[in-house]
């Protein structure tokens, strides 16, 4: 009974514009937004990260899920063996903060990221382009080196038909995006790979993400 009504207080926080830390947005996350995981589910993922356990639970489908990250304004968690859950909370003004959600799906070289933006009380979505733009194919390619030509080098580029691209935020509170190329088989994988410049890394600027690099 203690853990409903700390929920629920936890909840009238954030709609009530009060609360700024991740852990109180993460339990008021609502259903529509993330389906998997309870608002029990989500609280008893904090009490043990607070008591320096190894945070797992059984979601609504009966997956185990592991919250691997909790910062003041940063968590991760694994929802699936495939399936990961980043948010972290952006300052707009000195008083007020967004959320940004990165939905991260697939493993090893065939990852691939949706990014969404709400109000801190979860009460609306914001619009994704007012805040990033996606990094073009050609933004991950290096520099033609003039052993290749343009036709040659535009043939390679070619060669990456499934355009798969991931995204983290760093220690640092950067956002990376990574060029996937799994979906390709070996040989063209081999080929394509030393041409390809590597990550992208935006910083963000209190209005919206900006590239680094």
Request: charged share 30%; proline share 3%.
């Amino acid at each position: 009974m203690k853990k409903h009504i700390i929920i629920a207080l936890l909840c009238l926080m954030v709609q009530a514009g009060y609360a700024q830390k991740m852990r109180d947005v993460f339990v008021a996350m609502p259903d529509s937004v993330m389906p998997y995981l309870t608002k029990v589910n989500k609280a008893d993922c904090i009490d043990f990260i607070d008591s320096k356990m190894r945070a797992i639970v059984k979601n609504r489908f009966d997956n185990q899920c592991e919250m691997t990250k909790l910062t003041d304004d940063y968590t991760q968690v694994k929802l699936s063996k495939g399936y990961t859950l980043e948010m972290k909370l952006l300052p707009v003004t000195d008083s007020t903060k967004i959320i940004c959600m990165i939905r991260t799906m697939g493993d090893s070289l065939k990852q691939f990221s949706n990014i969404h933006f709400y109000t801190s009380d979860w009460k609306k979505e914001l619009k994704r382009d007012n805040y990033i733009k996606y990094p073009k194919l050609g933004e991950y390619m290096a520099q033609r080196p003039d052993t290749i030509s343009e036709d040659g080098y535009a043939k390679l580029t070619e060669k990456i038909d499934i355009f798969l691209q991931s995204a983290t935020f760093g220690s640092d509170g950067d956002l990376t995006f990574t060029l996937n190329i799994g979906e390709m088989n070996r040989d063209d994988r081999k080929e394509v790979a030393p041409y390809i410049a590597g990550p992208i890394c935006y910083t963000w600027n209190r209005n919206s993400f900006l590239r680094k690099n």
